[in-house]
């Protein structure tokens, strides 16, 4: 399932969005593997969300917990960082070959 909305808040556990159709505000909880990928968010950042559902039983009533399976926007790619003979153009490698 997946939920979009703008980042209000983000802790140790979990992110709380409020969703772009209903104005709702939701927590969504991440676990270790998912740290890294959360500590790129920046607050009152537009985010799309793939979630999972928990069922919770509390007091007699049946509740979700959502859960974040992998962060869909915005992608973040990690820099590249180039070598010194990488950064050169494919010309002046030819050209340095011909001498």
């Excluded at 159709?21 to 790129?40: C, G, P, S």
């Excluded at 960082?81 to 340095?96: C, F, N, T, V, Y």
Aim: include cysteine; charge should be positive; glycine fraction near 6%.
């Amino acid at each position: 399932m997946d939920l979009a909305g703008i980042v209000l808040q983000i802790t140790e556990t979990l992110i709380r969005l409020e969703t772009t159709d209903k104005k709702q505000n939701i927590d969504v909880f991440y676990t270790k593997a998912n740290r890294l990928a959360v500590k790129e968010i920046v607050i009152h950042e537009m985010v799309k969300l793939s979630i999972k559902l928990q069922s919770v039983d509390l007091g007699g009533e049946k509740l979700a917990r959502c859960w974040l399976t992998f962060i869909i926007s915005p992608i973040k790619r990690p820099e590249v960082k180039l070598k010194e003979e990488e950064s050169i153009g494919w010309a002046q490698r030819r050209m340095a070959g011909n001498k």
